[in-house]
């Protein structure tokens, strides 16, 4: 079959790239095409054109006379801030992007099914046109619609009463529904009377091996204290500092500040995120791994590598806690400072654990997409 996934627009987030790759290549593996529907990249003007000449005129300087080589001249830093990532999702990701106008019901007859999915698909805080994620733009067409792995990110209700009209119009046109979390099966049926079943977030359902093909083109990481926080606070930066010099290990950070604002004076080569490449081989090198983040936690679950999670419900943090009752690793939540993370990872239990999971996430997936053969 044609098949075209909906998920998150794919940026800079080493996670979202993954998960997106991981559930493209599952389902080529089955036999079948595969194209990601992204919006068409609009990279936000920083100056009035009328003003530009002088702000090139400001780079040039800047780059040859003060030293700051990485910085573009003509280019939008937002462009460049992407590079590394653009990249891997050029060389790796079959992606169509379309304009506003183009997300109607005609792409209805260019496929044969869509998967929506994975991701915080259905969070309107990070998707406002939310109802995209619903299928609205395809209207009552005739097309196999499945979710797999949607995430509400949280365990309540951010919808407002117009949105929840929207998905439960249109979550009845969906052959199968599956999603992240636990808590999200009671979403669905609570709030969009959907019911749903629980799956693996598509990176897990790849080996590891597929990641460390990724990660053996990278340079060796410079410590073995992989530290990846998004949200970095006075506790997060305390706790690293204690557990490094407690286990004598050397912290690296694996991000970049490229999805912070520009207007509070970072400087611009903090901005540039490094390669994906680099962010895998940090778990490859890693003896430890430190983060609030999600993906990071599978990632580090995957490589077999000991981690802490710091507690962030401003990300969701439902996801995380879903993954790790899963598996049997809540003990891995970092609360606060005094959280002890010394306790081994059995990681032949998790391993079984997560077979069984791919297996009943696979199962979805061949009977979901069976509907249309």
């Known amino acids: 079959m044609k098949i075209a996934i909906l998920t998150l627009p794919l940026h800079t987030n ?37 003003v530009m000449p002088l702000v090139w005129i400001k780079r ?28 891997f999702i050029s060389n790796n990701l079959n992606c169509r992007f379309l304009k506003s106008e183009e997300w109607n019901e005609g792409l209805a007859r260019e496929y044969d099914t869509i998967v929506v999915g994975s991701d915080q698909v259905w969070r309107p805080i990070y998707t406002p ?20 792995a949607a995430s509400f990110g949280v365990d309540v209700n951010e919808f407002t009463e117009e949105q929840i009209a929207v998905g439960q119009e249109y979550l009845k046109l969906f052959s199968a529904v599956s999603v992240r979390e636990e808590s999200g099966i009671g979403m669905c049926r609570n709030i969009f009377n959907a019911e749903a079943s629980q799956v693996l977030d598509p990176t897990m359902l790849l080996d590891c091996s597929e990641y460390l093909k990724f990660a053996s083109t990278a340079r060796k990481s410079p410590g073995n204290l992989m ?29 970049s500040k490229a ?80 959280q002890q993370l010394d306790a081994p990872i059995d990681w032949t239990r998790v391993d079984r654990i997560l077979s069984q999971w791919r297996e009943k996430s696979m199962d979805f997936l061949r009977e979901a997409l069976g509907v249309k053969e």
């Open 14 to 50: 080493y996670g979202g790239i993954l998960q997106a790759y991981a559930l493209q290549t599952v389902l080529e593996r089955m036999g079948h095409s595969v194209e990601h529907l992204q919006p068409k990249v609009e990279y936000p003007r920083l100056h009035n054109p009328l």
């Open 60 to 87: 040039l300087y800047r780059k040859y006379f003060q030293g700051n080589r990485q910085l573009p001249v003509f280019e939008n830093p937002y462009k460049w801030a992407r590079k590394n990532t653009d990249r």
């Open 129 to 148: 046109d939310v109802s995209r994620f619903f299928t609205a733009f395809l209207g009552h067409s005739d097309i196999c619609r499945i979710a797999y």
């Open 227 to 255: 530290v990846y926080v998004l949200d970095r606070t006075d506790m997060t930066d305390a706790f690293v500092a204690d557990f490094a010099d407690k286990h004598d290990l050397i912290p690296f950070i694996t991000n």
């Open 259 to 338: 999805d912070f604002s520009w207007e509070i004076g970072i400087p611009f080569e903090e901005r540039i995120q490094p390669p994906l490449e680099n962010w895998l081989r940090g778990f490859a090198d890693a003896r430890f791994v430190l983060t609030d983040s999600f993906h990071a936690c599978v990632f580090s679950i995957l490589f077999h590598k000991p981690f802490g999670v710091f507690v962030n419900r401003h990300r969701g943090l439902s996801r995380i806690e879903s993954l790790l009752q899963l598996l049997g690793l809540m003990d891995r939540c970092i609360a606060d400072s005094s």
